[in-house]
């Protein structure tokens, strides 16, 4: 898709197709494949035991036969853009001098699409390196909007991803995200703001307060992640988007009384005994 030799820029070209620039010059990441599996597991680790710190992931690895040292472990967690999840004070700052928001949605009544919108990052392993995956996900509906990989932790896919979202579907009342810095740094804060919309962090170590993001990263991982092994960028981006336009359009959801994420979001229609139960952040 991308011509290196058309007159076009790279920069404009990515543009017009919608990809994150730093895709354009990926190269698979000089880790060993020893580690790139260890990660791997570390992932899966995490999924099934998200307050689990490096101390306990180097345990669970021993009781596989991995033999790793703690620094060895915090290093691929730190690589992995992950940690372990549980509620402590909030002594620090996602980055230095980036705002943190209060988180919104405690108690909020969520009945209808485009209330609240959520987004997130993951990391996505293939067979050689790895990227990370960052999705715009409409909260009543769990329909996944807008969607973006890139072989880095930089904001500028993820603004690619929540400006999309905001020119094809419109605004959400209410934003919600971690307190990552991609997050609180100013030019993403700056493009909610620009377009009036009410911006809310989770609490630190609280993945509860996004829970229905985490839950989309279990499907992704279990259900299309998990079953390949991608060998380029390229790969990983088609086949995530097939993934994607099963969950949307036919993936049902026992939340959604077995219907769609699809049906939930263009034909919104809630069983009055479902209205502020399911559909109410915990």
């Not at 599996?37 to 036969?65: K, N, T």
């Not at 904001?155 to 999309?164: K, T």
């Amino acid at each position: 898709m991308i011509d290196r030799s058309h007159d076009l820029p790279l920069r404009r070209q990515a543009q017009l197709l919608q990809l994150s620039r730093s895709s354009l010059y990926y190269e698979p990441r000089p880790v060993p494949p020893a580690d790139l599996a260890i990660m791997r597991r570390i992932d899966e680790l995490h999924l099934e035991y998200p307050f689990a710190g490096s101390r306990m992931l180097r345990d669970l690895l021993a009781g596989e036969g991995v033999e790793i040292g703690r620094q060895h472990v915090i290093t691929m967690m730190r690589r992995m853009g992950i940690e372990a999840i549980y509620r402590r004070p909030n002594t620090s700052k996602a980055a230095p001098g980036n705002k943190i928001y209060p988180y919104l949605l405690r108690g909020l009544v969520v009945d209808r699409p485009d209330q609240v919108w959520a987004m997130d990052i993951t990391y996505i392993p293939m067979a050689r390196g790895f990227v990370y995956l960052a999705v715009v996900l409409d909260w009543f509906s769990r329909r996944v909007l807008t969607w973006r990989v890139s072989i880095d932790l930089s904001v500028d896919f993820c603004l690619e991803a929540v400006e999309e979202a905001i020119v094809r579907y419109g605004k959400p009342d209410i934003f919600n995200t971690d307190q990552g810095s991609q997050f609180t740094s100013a030019a993403f804060t700056g493009v909610l703001a620009d377009n009036g919309i009410a911006i809310s962090m989770d609490g630190r170590g609280a993945w509860r307060d996004n829970v229905f993001v985490e839950r989309l990263w279990r499907s992704v991982k279990y259900e299309e992640v998990y079953l390949k092994a991608y060998d380029s960028v390229g790969q990983a981006r088609a086949s995530l988007g097939c993934y994607f336009d099963f969950y949307n359009r036919k993936r049902p959801h026992s939340s959604l009384d077995r219907g769609t994420p699809d049906r939930a979001y263009f034909e919104p229609v809630i069983p009055r005994t479902l209205a502020g139960i399911i559909f109410s952040p915990p």
